[in-house]
């Protein structure tokens, strides 16, 4: 046999190998990966619960790109968890063919982790886009209630963020 036809076999069959070790551990990949994804999974339930705080607060809003983030976070939840059920009950060789995927979900987690660090916060402070003015007036007998019920009203509205009531020219 000719040296170069002997080297040219072995090189053939070094990279076969070097695939199939590659896809053997496959499901190690996806053990991996899984490991990953319950990592951003716990941020996204952490910033939900950062988000819920702060929004309660007057002038608080969530930014868009936190939900877009957030709503990337569930759907590569939903892409690992089928990809790994996938592996998991599929042959060698079909789980051979899943390969490239799981390197490819590995990379979008990897990169919705990095991005999932928002240095300049989760929330934006907004101003009032409007407010409600009452009409001063004597606050005696029935237009008393209607005013305390006006007052009310607007203390239970969420958009309402703030509420001033006067007396003879000066606050209470």
């Known amino acids: 046999m000719d040296v170069n036809k002997i080297l040219g076999i072995s090189k053939h069959a070094n990279l076969f190998f070097q695939k199939v070790s590659y896809f053997y551990g496959v499901r190690a990949k996806v053990d991996a990966l899984e490991r990953n994804m319950e990592t951003v999974s716990a941020k996204k339930a ?3 619960h950062q988000l819920e705080q702060k929004e309660r607060r007057p002038g608080k809003k969530r930014k868009r790109e ?17 990809l790994g059920r996938k592996v ?41 886009a409007r407010g409600y003015e009452l009409q001063p007036g004597e606050l005696e007998g029935q237009a008393s209630q209607t005013k305390r019920d006006e007052i009310w009203d607007c203390l239970m509205n969420e958009e309402v963020l703030r509420v001033d009531v006067w007396e003879n020219g000066a606050v209470l």
Not at 66 to 82: C, F, G, N, P, Y
Not at 100 to 124: C, I, P, Y
């Open 46 to 48: 952490d910033m939900s």
């Open 66 to 82: 936190v939900d877009l983030w957030m709503q990337r976070a569930v759907s590569l939840e939903d892409q690992v968890h089928e």
């Open 88 to 128: 998991k009950e599929r042959p060698f060789f079909s789980r051979l063919m899943l390969a490239h995927q799981v390197r490819g979900l590995a990379t979008e987690v990897d990169k919705l982790h990095e991005k999932g660090r928002f240095t300049n916060g989760l929330t934006l402070d907004v101003r009032p």
